[in-house]
């Protein structure tokens, strides 16, 4: 018997049981065990029907992502999908907690489903990079439509229970136990001698689609809309518009061959390494799993400016009621207008019902003065970027807030234990550095200070995973992990400006790459007067922006910055600006030269990649993948290619150590100079990967 799948026979009526925590994935035991009871069941007349749950909080939650890529182990998922389909007496899917992938297409091939109402129903694997290779693509279309398929498949989002009674994907609710309940519907069949509903022989909803095609590929379009240089998701939509084309052998031989392609390929290589980088930066060095988080009931957040209003709002969307304070009562009602707007922008665009914008508006309070700040278990501090406000803000709240509150600052680059000591409990700081737009970007970068207590960070961690942040813990240096090597990149983006290149074929070369915006278009969007006036208070110059601020385009909000802006917010190339830069570096003596595309592309990764191993030398990171989660969800690095660290790993290290050192001495910028760890691996001829391993 396996260790993994149990089986009853209740009267009858055979209970078989998954219980292969944490997620009952369909892993090889799981798959052995299935295979051996539904091959007794079959010749067992004392098994009038079957039915297939799972112990824990969940249903099967997919394939063993932990299998890919290695030597298949016999029996596969189709054999046992076979055998669940093809069974002489009705087997019924008794599903709560999650039915993802690979166990929602189990589940289609029982002859019926029942769910609880707040399962999650749904084929994410084309966020992994794949798309659903076990009949997904041929059966969920067969049984909701190919419309409706095609959404469900390409955006991978589930649906609940409640949806998949209406939308004919479940049979019937149930509240409880799933055995039971699978058991009592199974009883129900058996008396009423049900016919067995085989999914894959019913075309029924395929044939308004086929009589009419644009049904299906209007669908299709408006699915793949916002595609941003994936392959799966087109894939998977054209596997679902196989299901109109021939029968559902052809679509399942045409599935299984577009799946193995997206399996053996790089991007599904990225973004399944991203599925396990997000889940392993959550664990924290020398903070156990036992650790105990401190409870969160009621957060404050200080300063009701850009940062501070998203964060609240993410607090709000998650249904903790958060505070909002400010100095004073028109910074306060300006930012909470702001929210509001944002709010009612959502709901414009059907994101949001109304109610749900008075809901969550009504989580956050906006208040005036520090002193309310007093009963909440965490504050956050986002006020101005400067040590003295930011110290006297902590020394404040020190004297204000409740034994055991957790104070965080969102700072971007100071130094966290500085801030720590202006309090007399440097145990409760830590960073919790939100990206912008923080109600919508994933990242939350938590730094640890010298003195941050485990729990601390644990609670941290947690709180993040509440409001649906991907954390990633860091060690305390100017910048952090992400802006410092965010540094690193502009560096070379301005060096080349003087050596030739121009702001949109640096942009372009960046965006071609798949990150959203490019770095002067970015510096656009943040403001080129706030980098001037610092330049100008410290006696420093850089002679191409503080020429554009001299001639006042200080970026998107004069309508003119390294781009024009005709009243949107698309930058459009400008010859006056080729002009500026053109007369700007004759008057240096510079001569400017071809760059070309692969240049740019090098001198923009590989000094991250750099820094990124300076920071693993330093300890800053714990591990390469953290660096590259830091990437993925707060400058939106895409997916498919993994992340900076990932990205260096693909291209080989010895070559990106050689172009490195090659910049080094043509550009005679010694920071360019391979730091001792890249040069290490790339001598040995490892991976950044290999260290984790190690
Ligand atoms: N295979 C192997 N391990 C898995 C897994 C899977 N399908 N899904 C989750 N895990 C592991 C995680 O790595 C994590 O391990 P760790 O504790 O060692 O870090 C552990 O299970 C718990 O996962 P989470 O932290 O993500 O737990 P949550 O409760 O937050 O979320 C979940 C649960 C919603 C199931 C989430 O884990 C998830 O989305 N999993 C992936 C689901 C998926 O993509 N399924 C499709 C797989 S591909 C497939 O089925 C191919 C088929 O079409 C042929
Ligand atoms: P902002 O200028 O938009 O907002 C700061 C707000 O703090 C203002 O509304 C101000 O009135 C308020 N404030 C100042 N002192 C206060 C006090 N003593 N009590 C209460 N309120 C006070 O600044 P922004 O952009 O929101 O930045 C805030 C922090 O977040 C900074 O540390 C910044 O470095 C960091 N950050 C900013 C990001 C961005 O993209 N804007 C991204 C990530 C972090």
Redo the contacts with the bound molecule.
């Keep these: 018997m396996s260790a993994t799948v149990k089986a009853e026979n209740r009267d009858g009526v055979l209970v078989l049981t998954i219980d292969n925590p944490p997620v009952n994935a369909l892993s090889h035991s799981v798959r052995v065990g299935l295979n051996e009871e539904l091959a007794k069941a079959a010749g067992d007349a004392g098994v009038k029907a079957v039915v297939l749950a799972c112990a824990g909080r969940s249903f099967i939650s997919g394939a063993d992502i932990r299998e890919f890529g290695k030597p298949p182990q016999p029996p596969g998922l189709h054999e046992i999908l076979d055998q669940l389909e093809n069974f002489p007496r009705p087997i019924v899917a008794a599903i709560h907690g999650n039915a993802l992938g690979g166990g929602l297409e189990t589940a289609l091939c029982c002859h019926f489903r029942i769910a609880t109402k707040d399962t999650k129903l749904g084929l994410p694997e084309v966020k992994l990079g794949l798309l659903p290779g076990a009949g997904g693509t041929q059966r969920l279309p067969r049984v909701v439509g190919p419309a409706k398929a095609v959404q469900m498949i390409v955006s991978g989002d589930p649906i609940n229970g409640d949806e998949g009674l209406k939308v004919g994907l479940v049979d019937e609710l149930f509240e409880g136990d799933p055995a039971k309940a699978g058991e009592a519907f199974a009883r129900k069949v058996i008396a009423e001698k049900r016919a067995l509903k085989r999914v894959r022989d019913d075309d029924s909803k395929l044939a308004a689609a086929k009589a009419d095609r644009s049904i299906f590929t209007d669908a299709a379009a408006a699915a793949n809309k916002r595609n941003r240089g994936l392959i799966a998701p087109l894939a998977c939509a054209e596997c679902v518009g196989q299901t109109l084309e021939g029968t559902f052998d052809e679509g399942l031989a045409f599935e299984r061959k577009k799946f193995l392609e997206l399996m053996n390929g790089e991007q599904s290589k990225a973004q399944r390494y991203a599925f396990f980088a997000e889940r392993e930066a959550a664990k924290v060095a020398g903070v156990s799993a036992e650790t105990k988080p401190r409870k969160i009931e009621r957060v404050a957040v200080?300063?009701?400016?850009?940062?501070?209003g998203g964060i609240s709002m993410s607090f709000a969307n998650a249904g903790i009621p958060v505070t909002i304070?400010?100095?004073g009562e028109e910074?306060l009602n300006r930012?909470l207008g702001v929210m509001k707007k944002n709010y009612d922008a959502t709901a414009a665009r059907g994101g949001l019902k109304p109610e749900d914008v008075t809901r969550r508006m009504g989580m956050i309070t906006g208040k005036v003065g520090?002193e309310h700040a007093k009963d909440a278990d965490l504050i956050i501090e986002?006020?101005?970027?400067t040590m003295a406000?930011k110290k006297e803000?902590f020394a404040k709240l020190d004297a204000i807030a409740k034994p055991g509150a957790v104070l965080a600052s969102?700072?971007?680059?100071l130094n966290i234990d500085e801030i720590a000591s202006s309090t007399k409990r440097p145990q409760d700081v830590l960073g919790m550095?939100?990206?912008?737009p923080a109600n919508v970007m994933k990242l939350c970068e938590i730094v640890r200070g010298a003195k941050t207590a485990p729990d601390v960070l644990a609670t941290a961690v947690a709180i993040a995973k509440r409001i649906a942040k991907v954390p990633a813990v860091v060690g305390n240096c100017d910048g952090f992990v992400g802006n410092r090597m965010l540094a690193a990149r502009g560096k070379q983006s301005d060096k080349l400006l003087y050596e030739g290149a121009l702001p949109q074929q640096i942009d372009a070369v960046v965006t071609r790459f798949g990150i959203p915006m490019g770095p002067f278009t970015m510096s656009d969007m943040a403001g080129l007067d706030i980098g001037w006036r610092s330049r100008k208070d410290r006696g420093v110059k850089a002679e191409i922006p503080d020429a554009l601020c001299e001639a006042g385009r200080f970026g998107l909000k004069t309508g003119k910055g390294y781009y024009k802006y005709e009243g949107g917010r698309a930058p459009i190339p400008d010859p006056e600006v080729e002009d500026l830069i053109a007369k700007t570096l004759a008057k240096m003596g510079k001569k400017p030269r071809a760059v070309s595309d692969e240049e740019i592309l090098e001198r923009m990764v590989y000094p991250m990649v750099n820094e990124g191993a300076r920071i693993l030398e330093e300890k800053i990171a714990a591990r390469p993948s953290d660096i590259d989660v830091v990437w993925l969800y707060g400058y939106g690095w895409p997916i498919y290619r993994g992340g900076p660290m990932f990205y260096a790993d693909s291209v080989g290290l010895k070559k990106v150590a050689e172009r490195l050192s090659y910049y080094a001495k043509e550009t005679g910028d010694p920071s360019l100079e391979p730091a001792p760890l890249l040069k290490k691996l790339a001598d040995e001829g490892k991976t950044f990967a290999s260290l984790a391993a190690a």
């Design positions: 200080v300063g009701a400016g850009t940062m501070g304070i400010e100095m910074q930012g520090l986002a006020v101005f970027e406000i803000v969102n700072t971007s680059y550095h939100f990206f912008s």
